[in-house]
Every structure is written in C-alpha cells, then in structure tokens.
C-alpha cells in the first residue's frame, strides 16, 4: 500500500503563491488516483482537487478553480499542488489522498491519506 507524505506549507501573504508537495512511497503512484483534500479550522475537510493516474483529467473545486493546479510525476513518485493568488480562506491543512479505484472529490472514495500540511495565509 501506498504512504503519502505532504510537505510545502507555510505562512504566505494574501495574493502570494505556495507550492504543496506529495511524496509516495510504498507503491507505484501511477496506480493511483490522487486528490488533495483541505480543512480549515473549526469545519469539515473539503475537496481541493483531483488527478487521474496518467494525469489525463484534473478536476478542482469551485473555490480555487483558476488559481490552484494540481500536478503528478509517476517516474518521481510525485504530486504537487500549485496555489496562487492565495486568500486568508485558503487557511487550512492540505491533506493528500490516493484511491486505487475511485477518481471523485468526496472523502469516501480515497482510502490513503498524508498527515497534511499547514498553510496559513495572512490578510
């Protein structure tokens, strides 16, 4: 089974730009579907986006669509998350997710998950 590990937050200025990381291991991560899921304080984990195993189809969430893209290296056993245009509601833990069955943007479908990320973004 795969592990993820997430790496990349911080605390950003509004309107900066973070750049989340992915690292697999375990597995071959082109066996998998890969989304990025996010929490803010004090509410439910929200999808961010998701990606198919050969990077055919993305998928985001209204909230970042145009400012988030999300990428993967299977050779590099990689996925990134590029955030730009950065809003103090994009606070939160970035988690990354892998699924070797399901590609949606639910928690339910994704069954390996990183210890998340926090990005703090400032007003």
Do not use: H
């Not at 375990?26 to 579907?33: A, C, H, M, Q, R």
Request: proline share 2%; glycine share 10%; net charge positive.
């Amino acid at each position: 089974q795969v592990q993820l590990v997430e790496s990349g937050g911080g605390v950003v200025q509004a309107g900066g730009s973070l750049s989340l990381s992915c690292a697999a291991s375990g597995d071959t991560l082109g066996s998998y579907f890969i989304a990025w899921f996010r929490q803010s304080p004090g509410k439910e984990r929200r999808f961010v986006s998701a990606i198919t195993r050969t990077s055919s189809s993305t998928a985001y969430a209204d909230a970042v669509r145009g400012r988030f893209t999300m990428s993967r290296d299977n050779a590099k056993n990689m996925v990134w998350l590029q955030m730009n245009s950065l809003k103090p509601e994009d606070t939160a833990v970035y988690s990354c997710a892998a699924s070797s069955s399901r590609y949606g943007d639910t928690e339910r479908e994704y069954n390996y998950w990183g210890q998340g990320t926090l990005v703090t973004v400032s007003s």
